[in-house]
């Protein structure tokens, strides 16, 4: 495999490291990308948008103005869009515009966020999922070509989770065929919408929508909301930017406000459900939930989006490791590379497994996605309430342990892992969000939750279920699960361990209605055990699909790149297994020496995957443009990256900063 080759030469321990690997790299780069074609493609289009050279900063993002900032990422932005309008799109196809490969060459130019990243990210997929044939000729094309750039506001000050508290509303007007938007609370103020702040001109809005005097429930709307020559807001808008934040500093997240704004009637999006001219108000033939599928869009994506994220950090903190080099084992020995401690193995290799877990199951979840939008085209809905049950806790939980992931990795690398050049501090604040947007944690896997107990109570009554809960079929009267001491024999207990959480919460939830609670309170006392099962069942979810999967997809690969592939697996089921014994006491026969044996079996194979580490994080094939990291590139300079970017700092512009003399002198001296 071609690899750009590195202009200096590369750290001895690294290039060591290289040397002990035992498999072919390449071959691992293929399946991660989905075959050697989809490589070939993807680095096609990484030369296009890397050798542009437009993604050098002179001086680093992190180190401008809040101004500075969002100018430079505007900059980049319209360099990068022009090249994806022109360039990239043709290469993968105008249907791809949300390929994961596109996304990853974003991160050549932004270490933190494109200003008009929710424009392809949400705006353009809300288009596409939620417009007439007419409306989608009319907007599409334009937001494609970036002749328009839009948002989506849909989160307001007082309100993001609870979708149906939205207070902006939408009331109709037969006489003039309008819309008439507006704010009429503090709380209803559009919050949150990457991108609104400043950069678009257009956005999508969910608002309740009034006609013939009556409240139908939130519709969405498209709106144009500042004049596309001068860019300033129409009369009727007030819109700004809502301040600095944890992560998302180049972007300009936005609020809005509408004071009796008028739009015509047809700027709802009335894919699904329609106001007729006169005012009639038509639902949707086929589900109550269709205005949502934006979200269940993103949330399906953004279990690949972990799995990116969670390489580039596992790269950074892998290679580091490889270079750094702390503490004597024994006298007069040369200090051991940290990568060589089995807590610094224990701390990255799960990285390592996990994103390969995350980037199966994100392609499974994708598949399952297309058939579902293909059974709602022929008009059945009958699949929906399962994808969303998935896509809700796989989103919640890939999200959760992506964060905790990175934040290992950032642990991994000490002192400088806290560098913001390590770009560790980036990762982590970007993906930390993730875990909030497009629906929380909590509120996820209580959706999921919602989808079990039904489940449950539908294997109880003896129907079968659909496949990703059909385990509760099988499992809905066992009592404990006897241990088995393989692979499959640890998925199952997964499976048993959900099926117990969720039959507890089925239980809990009849107990207290039985003592006189209503149901609403009776499932709200339950909701800390009704989380905890739909965790376990994500859990169960992602050890079987990982597994079986890995095993497709390595089946006519060569016997190393199986057998290091099968190690990560199993790596994974170990790690889950041990992280999880408290479940498994109480749910299966396990013994102490069984769990022993178990933690036995993970040590040694950390052991044996440590020569593949840095092979194995090199398959990823990200790219230092990528990657933008003092500690993670693939010529391991660390501490040459590490005194280069000190010196970028503004603060060493000069010997002596003017403060000295305005107030340090003044103190020493006792004048101040
Ligand atoms: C170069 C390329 C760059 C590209 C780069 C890409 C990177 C990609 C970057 C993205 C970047 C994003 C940046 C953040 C963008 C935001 O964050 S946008 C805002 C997102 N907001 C949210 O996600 C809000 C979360 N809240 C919700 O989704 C809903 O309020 C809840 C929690 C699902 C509850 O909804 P509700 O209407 O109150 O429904 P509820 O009464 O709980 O349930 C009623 C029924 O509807 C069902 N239901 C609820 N929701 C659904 C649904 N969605 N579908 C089907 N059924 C549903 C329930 O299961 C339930 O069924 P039953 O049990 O009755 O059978
Ligand atoms: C960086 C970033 C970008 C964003 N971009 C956009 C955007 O482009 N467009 C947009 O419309 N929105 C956007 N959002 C908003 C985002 O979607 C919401 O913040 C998110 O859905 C969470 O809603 P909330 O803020 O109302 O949290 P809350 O619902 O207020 O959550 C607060 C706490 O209450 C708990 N809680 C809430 N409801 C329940 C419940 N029913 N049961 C148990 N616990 C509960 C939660 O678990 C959480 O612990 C963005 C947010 C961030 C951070």
Not at 48 to 73: M, Q, T
Not at 417 to 434: C, D, E, K, Q
């Amino acid at each position: 495999m071609k690899i750009n080759k590195p202009k200096h030469d590369v750290n001895p321990d690294l290039a060591k490291e290289r040397l002990k690997c035992n498999f072919n790299i390449e071959e691992v780069t293929n399946i991660i990308d989905g075959g050697k074609d989809k490589t070939v493609q993807r680095k096609k289009i990484e030369d296009i948008a890397l050798n542009n050279g437009a993604s050098l900063d002179e001086v680093p993002e992190e180190c401008l103005s809040i101004k500075e900032r969002y100018e430079n990422a505007v900059r980049k932005s319209c360099v990068y869009g022009n090249l994806v309008r022109n360039e990239m799109l043709e290469i993968t196809g105008i249907e791809n515009f949300e390929s994961p490969v596109l996304r990853r060459t974003a991160d050549a130019f932004f270490k933190d966020i494109s200003p008009f990243m929710l424009h392809l990210g949400m705006f353009v997929p809300t288009l596409i999922g939620q417009c007439t044939p007419e409306q989608t000729a009319e907007w599409l094309p334009k937001a494609l070509d970036m002749q328009i750039i839009g948002a989506y506001a849909q989160t307001e000050l007082g309100h993001g989770t609870f979708i149906r508290g939205l207070e902006t509303t939408a009331t109709y007007n037969p006489e003039k065929e309008e819309f008439v938007l507006h704010s009429p609370t503090i709380t209803s103020y559009k919050w949150w919408a990457g991108g609104l702040g400043k950069t678009a001109n257009h956005c999508v809005v969910m608002a309740q929508l009034y006609t013939q005097g009556k409240c139908h429930g939130t519709h969405l709307f498209i709106v144009k909301i500042r004049d596309l020559d001068t860019h300033m807001p129409l009369p009727g808008i007030t819109v700004g930017e809502i301040g600095p934040r944890m992560g998302f500093s180049s972007a300009d997240n936005g609020f809005l406000r509408f004071d009796h704004f008028r739009i015509p009637r047809e700027n709802m999006l009335m894919k699904h459900a329609k106001v007729e001219k006169d005012g009639v108000y038509v639902k949707s033939a086929k589900h109550g939930k269709l205005t949502y599928g934006t979200m269940v869009f993103i949330r399906v994506t953004l279990v690949s989006e972990m799995s990116f994220n969670i390489s580039k950090a596992a790269t950074i903190a892998i290679r580091y490791s490889a270079v750094r080099r702390q503490t004597e084992l024994r006298p007069n020995e040369p200090e051991p590379q940290i990568l060589d401690y089995p807590t610094q193995q224990h701390k990255l290799f799960i990285c390592i497994a996990t994103a390969h877990a995350f980037q199966l199951t994100s392609c499974w979840l994708w598949n399952t996605f297309q058939a579902v939008l293909a059974d709602m085209k022929k008009g059945n809905v009958d699949t929906l309430p399962e994808l969303h049950a998935l896509s809700s806790c796989l989103k919640a939980v890939s999200t959760s342990d992506a964060l905790s992931h990175i934040e290992q990795c950032r642990f991994a690398c000490g002192g400088h892992g806290y560098m913001l050049s390590s770009n560790l501090p980036f990762i982590y604040s970007f993906v930390a969000a993730t875990r909030t947007y497009e629906g929380d944690y909590t509120v996820l896997l209580l959706q999921t939750a919602r989808f079990l107990v039904k489940a449950s109570e539908q294997a109880e009554a003896g129907k079968k279920l659909t496949q990703t809960v059909s385990y509760l079929n099988r499992t809905a009267n066992a009592d404990r699960l006897n241990w088995d001491n393989t692979h499959e024999g640890i998925i199952k207990s997964f499976q048993v361990i959900a099926a117990g959480k969720i039959g507890q919460c089925v239980k809990s939830i009849r107990d207290r209605t039985a003592s006189g609670m209503d149901y609403e309170d009776a499932w709200l006392m339950t909701t800390v055990q009704l989380v905890g099962a739909a965790e376990a069942h994500c859990r169960a979810v992602l050890l079987n699909t990982y597994w079986s999967e890995m095993r497709k997809i390595t089946e006519a690969s060569s016997a190393d790149v199986k057998k290091v592939m099968h190690q990560l697996a199993v790596l994974y089921l170990m790690y889950w297994a041990l992280e999880k014994t408290g479940d498994l006491l109480k749910y299966s026969s396990v013994s102490k020496k069984d769990l022993d044996e178990l933690q036995r079996r993970y040590e040694e194979l950390l052991a044996e995957l440590r020569p593949n580490a840095v092979g194995l994080v090199d398959a990823f094939d990200l790219r230092d443009e990528i990657l933008h990291s003092s500690l993670g590139s693939y010529d391991g300079r660390v501490y040459e990256r590490l005194i280069e970017e000190a010196h970028k700092s503004p603060l060493n512009d000069e010997p002596v900063n003017q403060s000295f003399h305005k107030y340090t002198k003044p103190l020493m001296l006792g004048k101040l």
